[in-house]
């Protein structure tokens, strides 16, 4: 399995427990059984129900007992989320370990993204270099310079 696999499967599955959380977080912390957890998904995440029970019943029972189990809202929701993602066939702790480097990743891509694009310009005032905001840094009227693109561009018939 793919880690970016993965990794969506938590955007995913964080998505669909901030919808449900309010409602299923209760009962479902509460559950003494893999059977109480199906019935619990069926009853307060009916819409997505077929997602996680029966198939992960044993895992969700595991990772909500855990003792490491966040006691907050935000943190239960992606504690669960990633633990899953992977569907078990890792172990939960590999899983969110998996997630936790592929969100890594994404915000350094984040952190390193362009943020605006210049070019190099030669201009009519005598100005050689990089662009600013498309245009040439000393800031001066460009009428010159629009006369001699349309010198340039205009089609000519011979
Ligand atoms: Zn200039």
Not at 30 to 41: G, L, M
Not at 43 to 67: D, K
Not at 100 to 116: G, T
Not at 133 to 144: I, T, V, Y
Request: aromatic share 10%.
């Amino acid at each position: 399995m793919r880690s970016s696999e993965v990794y969506g499967r938590a955007r995913n599955y964080r998505m669909i427990f901030g919808q449900v959380w309010d409602k299923l977080s209760e009962p479902l912390l509460k559950t003494t059984s893999e059977a109480e957890v199906v019935q619990a998904f069926e009853a307060h995440a009916p819409q997505y129900h077929r997602e996680f029970v029966p198939s992960l019943a044993r895992l969700i029972f595991e990772v909500v007992h855990h003792p490491k189990f966040p006691k907050r809202r935000e943190p239960q929701i992606n504690y669960l989320a990633d633990s899953l993602a992977a569907l078990g066939r890792v172990t939960p702790k590999r899983s969110r370990e998996i997630v936790a480097q592929a969100l890594a990743k994404e915000r350094a891509k984040l952190k390193h993204r362009v943020l605006r694009r210049e070019f190099y310009i030669e201009c009519t005032c005598g100005y050689e270099g990089p662009a600013y905001k498309g245009k040439c840094p000393r800031r001066h009227p460009d009428k010159a310079k629009n006369e001699l693109l349309d010198f340039i561009y205009q089609p000519r018939i011979f």
